[in-house]
């Protein structure tokens, strides 16, 4: 186990490294002085120069590189050209709407997904099943716009039928009145936890139903269970490890569908930040970015691998390399 | 304690009513078992042999409610009074694990891959018995010891044990509640023979131990004789011969017995020489 988990770090580095190395070949390989793009189209040879030099532009890419990536590893995301506030500052103040935004959605996701998908695999052969199994392939299929703003008629403070929750903005002073905070979290919430909420559904359900004939539940309903509650127990705790790697593929689609949700409802969150410094072309700011947010992913990708491995006892310890070939056949 | 199977049809398919989507595609229903009695008195060991195929997993799965509900199973499977068939899925589930233990063929696909074996021994104690968790530990521990492995195997996974050792953990799930029947869906036949001997040896120690009856499920003739007193062949999903072991090994009245008891022959014979 221990050795996974290094060779996985080892790997993660890797990744990161060579995302890095990604990104900021792009913005100087793509077509257009960088500072000349940052400037924007009017501006004089003069400001091009002069923002140059402040950035640093016009030193060899490889120190360019070095000092880029020494900042980020202290943690110094440099401070915007154009709005002259520290990147760092300004990313960690946005990641609270944000992160909550998205833990709050996962969580709903499972809270929604697991407990439906059992329901709908314990009752396979009544009527119950094919209609969790429209109502799921439907809402699954909802894009996360269209699903935000049937929401915001429904619920919205102010335009809804039921309006019950604010559907615009995020309180000024943030956490520090957490049940608005909370509140005004709500609906987006909603609107991204609904769809992978469906789509959790869909994969539990099709999970279980591929074990809910085999004789581990068998088994399980001889020691006493009946078979919705051996599905509900045994199955369940078998399929986990294969749960927890699509929740983690979840939390990553999540983190996309965040983007148009946060706009959708005007949260000042960290894709907000993003769109707004695109637009803007402050691209050294847009570098950082998209390296934080590539780090982001990485990281999940990491504990989802960590967290399989945990759930999975066949994967653990000694006999894992010889467990390997058969996990990727079963892939 | 008994059980008394009287006039057991099962059939697959046909129509299980309702869903609409269903029964537009009604498949022609399936005979798997047609009107098999068969009995197994109080502290009795008796064999079903049968060919491959021949339903008999079916059998012991039927009257236990352990088949999906698009299997229809009629007639009558009485446990010491209590009529099996046609009972709730709770009622069911009250009685296996509890009053009825299961032995199943390939300990490697019911075995739960991702709980170690002591808690999945523990499970029919959990359903059935509000015991302690240390209570629950010291009898997985004496149980895994009667079966010959050590207490400290309760920790490991079915896949850190070998076919034999995943048996012995499958007989002590099947035997931890002290039930009165145990049925054994061939046992041993994912076994070598050395393993399929002591296994067999087992089972039938530690059920007469018990003073359980067994229902001994198997299709292969050579390990009857040492199990069974009584024994029942299953052919196409009918009972075509009955009567006590050594007799029918001896002389078979029925093709499908004669069958069995030569390809038995043949094997045992085969083993030999090839010693
Ligand atoms: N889900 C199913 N649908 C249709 N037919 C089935 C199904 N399951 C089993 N059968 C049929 O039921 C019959 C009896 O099967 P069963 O598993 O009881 O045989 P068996 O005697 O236990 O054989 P084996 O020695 O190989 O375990 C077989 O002919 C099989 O084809
Ligand atoms: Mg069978």
């Known amino acids: 186990m221990l050795k996974f988990v290094v060779r996985r770090l080892a790997l993660f580095c890797v990744a990161l490294i060579v995302l890095s190395l990604l990104v900021f070949a792009c913005l100087r390989i793509l077509p257009g002085n960088v500072a000349a793009v940052m400037a924007g189209t009017n501006s004089t040879p003069e400001r091009i120069a002069a923002l140059s030099e402040q950035l640093g532009l016009n030193r060899s890419y490889p120190a360019q590189y070095f000092q880029w990536i020494g900042d980020l590893l202290h943690g110094n995301l440099g401070t915007s050209v154009l709005t002259g506030r520290s990147t760092m500052a300004e990313t960690w103040q946005r990641a609270q709407v944000t992160l909550p935004l998205i833990v709050l959605g996962l969580l709903l996701s499972l809270v929604i997904g697991i407990p439906l998908g059992v329901v709908a695999s314990s009752h396979r052969e009544g009527g119950l099943h094919s209609v969790l199994r429209y109502v799921s392939l439907t809402a699954g299929a909802v894009p996360a716009l269209w699903g935000g703003l049937l929401l915001i008629l429904v619920f919205g403070r102010g335009v809804g039928l039921i309006g019950i929750f604010p559907s615009q903005g995020f309180p000024e002073d943030g956490w520090s009145s957490p049940a608005s905070a909370l509140v005004s979290l709500a609906l987006p919430a909603l609107s991204v936890g609904i769809i992978s909420g469906a789509q959790m559904m869909r994969y539990t359900q099709s999970a279980l139903d591929g074990i809910a004939e085999s004789g581990y539940i068998t088994m399980a309903m001889a020691s006493g269970s009946t078979r919705a509650r051996a599905i509900r127990t045994t199955g369940l705790r078998i399929v986990l490890p294969d749960l927890i790697s699509v929740t983690g593929l979840s939390f990553a689609q999540m983190i996309t569908g965040v983007l148009v949700i946060e706009n959708l409802f005007s949260l000042p969150g960290l894709a907000s930040m993003l769109v707004t410094d695109v637009g803007n072309r402050d691209l050294i700011k847009v570098q950082s970015e998209l390296m934080l947010l590539a780090a982001f992913f990485l990281l999940i990708g990491l504990l989802t691998d960590i967290a399989h491995r945990v759930a999975d006892p066949r994967m653990r310890g000694v006999g894992a390399e010889s467990v390997a070939p058969a996990q990727e056949v079963s892939a | ?275």
């Open chain 2, 1 to 275: 304690m008994s059980l008394i199977i009287k006039h057991l049809h099962v059939n697959i398919g046909g129509d299980p009513g309702k869903s609409l989507r269903r029964r537009s595609q009604k498949a022609p229903e399936k005979k798997i078992l047609r009107d098999v009695s068969l009995h197994v008195a109080d502290r009795e060991r008796v064999g079903l042999v049968g060919a491959s195929g021949s339903g008999k997993s079916m059998l012991a799965m039927s009257v236990m409610g352990l088949l999906p509900r698009t299997v229809h199973v009629s007639g009558s499977a009485v446990l010491d009074g209590t009529e099996l068939i046609g009972g709730t899925p709770q009622d069911l589930a009250d009685i296996r694990g509890r009053a009825v233990g299961f032995i199943f063929q390939d300990p490697g696909t019911t075995l739960n891959p991702v709980v170690p074996v002591g808690k999945q021994i523990e499970q029919p104690l959990r359903r059935h018995y509000d015991l302690s968790k240390e209570d629950r530990r010291e009898r997985v521990s004496a149980m895994l010891e009667k079966v010959g492995l050590g207490a400290s195997v309760a920790s490991a996974y079915p896949h850190e044990l070998s076919g034999g050792q995943q048996q012995r953990v499958g007989i002590a799930c099947a035997l931890i509640t002290s039930p009165k029947l145990i049925i054994a869906d061939e046992p041993t036949t994912a076994l070598d023979a050395m393993t399929q001997l002591q296994i067999v040896e087992l089972l039938v120690q530690l059920v007469d131990g018990a003073g359980a009856s067994l229902l001994f499920i198997t299709h292969d003739f050579s390990v009857l004789a040492r199990v069974a007193q009584r024994s029942y062949v299953l052919e196409s999903g009918e009972i075509v011969e009955e009567g006590d072991t050594a007799g029918l090994l001896a002389n078979p009245s029925s093709q499908a017995g004669d069958r069995l008891v030569t390809a038995a022959k043949e094997l045992t014979f085969a083993r030999k020489e090839s010693r």
